[in-house]
């Protein structure tokens, strides 16, 4: 079965690809297997990131932009990511649905995530969705998120270049951009340019980037777009392939892919560990002794961890000095 | 020099608590030496977080709340989460300059917290924070954030009962209210009421109140409120005691308190063995070498994962089926 579906995958087949992600949504058990399998495949996909807030127009720019990709003829999987309600449970379909121009084009394949509750959970599900269109063989993969808080900065990290839109129209300018946004834009897309104060938040981007002091060698430009005109979407695709030769030819594209690697290896070894201790838990003895006597009162959390750390891990590295 | 810290402390010195406060927010190595001699101090505390948009009047009608308190004779102090942009490097001291009213009470302690990049570093240190407050002996302890992302969402945990404040004149209504925060409420306030839209706002929070299935006994009110009249405090403050009344009563004030001392335990657990595993990196030695099979793309990340967690973790419990 499984060998069967990773065959098609291979194979390129846009089915296989559609049940390989909904299997990652999911959390099957068969998600490591495939990642797994796959691993060595992903690392050729140019991944971009587009962040921005809800109505800045990110879909509208990404689908403009994909014409222009598409041009060229390379292949482009899209990774929507809609913060879904828990209350509602419904997830907003929108950009799917607006991205449909896009539909038949075998070469664009577009995919909506939705949370389920958990924003850790959506990054986690969001990257390996981006790492199998990667697999899959996409020459691109982009990434949109709505940009409101550190999942999506967390989301945002396996982008090689991050755009950040922006809009004229919101009426509160660059203050209230939330804290670490600004930060991991790679360029500034100023979009619906054809509004007033678009050259006003391009004089205040520009201040911000003056004020701000980094060791990085590239600045970030800043790009008046429109989609309803076609402004600046030549402009912005230059940009993004720009900020691509800028991080090979820095080596700097090597050391993200390094740092991806161990990220990848840590977060896999978190979770290993954690459904491990849970594991340990369920099982009675000595952790769901200790952890007992917390809820008892009877023990502090800081003791019940070190008695915890000490029942679980070798004697021979277990330096309790360290601790 | 800790002892005689720990000693003002308990002696119910204000500077004490202040100077606790920053080895906590600085992550002193003291820190956790403090927060273990003090755990068993805490637990009285009524802890009542308050989100809501910047701009939506949090810091008004926790004034207001506070004198409400204060005539009671409860001593008080308030935790205000600014995120800080990683950008400016600035924090935003607006909650703690508009508090002043209170600033020279000896009864309210007013502690405003930035983030340093990281809102998951905040959303700990914020907890512990609510804790050593908790600990010094303060009968309320209020937090409050901005409801933004996951990392809110997180502090609010620590909440017995949570306010979100909304207000009727953002123009949007309540279908942009963030993943994640409805979910949290146990009071709604309408705030600003004096402005024309509240009536609505309280119809569609009541709706999607209806709409909403869930098995807890606690519907929560949706109370207007407004600083400038004084309207709706005294109920606001009402349904605050009944919640607590309603947690006591069904033992899930309890439940929540165990719950809160297993996260803690599971919190800590995994801080230390992250710097366990970081610890065993830089001495060299297997992990490393997985970890560079992995860099050097030689092996994947969840082969490299089990082959370290299989060097870190004792034999005996080693069961690798369940990996």
Sequence with gaps: MLQNLLKKFQCGERQALAKVISLIENESPLKEE????????????????????????????IDEL????????????????????????????????RMQKHGLDKGVYIRSMGTR??????ARSTKDVVKIMDAFGKDW????????????????????TTVLVLTPNTGDGIQTIKAGIMEIADIFAVNKSDLPGSDTLVVEIETMLNMKTTEKRWRPPVIQTSSLNGEGLGDLFAAINDH??????????KSMEKEQASTDTMDILEMRWRSYVCSQINNGGPVSHWLDQ???????????????LECLIKPETNDSSKF
């Design 66 to 97: 994909v014409d222009l990709i598409r041009r060229g003829n390379e292949t482009i999987g899209i990774v929507a990511v809609d913060p879904t309600s828990p209350f509602s449970g419904g997830a907003l379909l929108g950009d799917r649905i």
């Design 34 to 61: 495939i990642l797994k399998d796959r691993y060595f495949s992903a690392g050729q996909a140019k991944i971009i990131g587009f962040t921005g807030s809800p109505g800045s127009g990110k879909s509208s720019l």
């Design 294 to 308: 917390v809820l008892n009162r009877k023990m502090d959390p800081y003791t019940a961890a070190t008695k915890i």
């Design 117 to 122: 509750g958990n924003l850790g959970g959506l």
């Design 244 to 253: 691509r030769n800028y991080l090979q030819e820095n080596e700097i594209y």
């Design 141 to 160: 993969v982009i990434v949109e998120t709505v940009g409101v808080g550190q999942a999506e900065v967390d989301i945002m990290n396996v982008a090689h």
